[in-house]
């Protein structure tokens, strides 16, 4: 499901539907109707205009922008076999197959997770918990971007709330894995032979 706000859908008409200037009876129009918004996602005046106009990123929220890229990169990965990436020596190295990950970020509900996972790492949220815990009253500072401290929050938070707490997880550990792999390369223990 698209999570566009009022800003996000002023922004896409405004850049997709150039003909006109009806604007607020167009975002009428569209707000409800996701197979059109779909189409309109897919314009690609509106990569041009993120990455023309620097201000464009502020008048949107964090989930259009990697909505939109993320359908942009399908796009670029159709027409690639592989993708090269340099690694710590300077040697170039393929990744992945191009056309693999595009066919994945052509399913409609892998790129709306990616694009809500990666809109969640825009702003961190953060909280103090207080439980008792052996006649004793515990302060506890969390911060939703901290793996350590999601761990902690699910160990003590109620069952129900635990699977949303698990895909927390689960989405940090992705994101700081693909963002910044020699920080997960610290923690991996090599394998051991055995003889």
Known sequence: MLHLTESDLRFLVETVATSRRDYNHIVDLVRDKEDLLELMLEDPKLTERLLREEEALVRI????????????LRKELDNETYILEVDPRGKRVPIFEGPAVAGMLSDKETRDYLA??????????????????????????????DIDDMMELARIADPEMRPGLYKRIADLALFLSGIFPEHAALFATPRKTVS
């Not at 964090?62 to 942009?72: A, D, E, K």
């Not at 953060?126 to 911060?143: A, D, V």
């Open 61 to 72: 929220s964090p989930h259009l922008l990697f909505s939109v890229l993320l359908r942009q």
């Open 116 to 145: 809500e996972m990666l809109s969640s790492f825009a702003r961190t949220n953060s909280g103090i918990i207080y439980r008792k815990e052996c006649c004793t009253w515990h302060k506890r500072r969390f911060c939703d971007i």
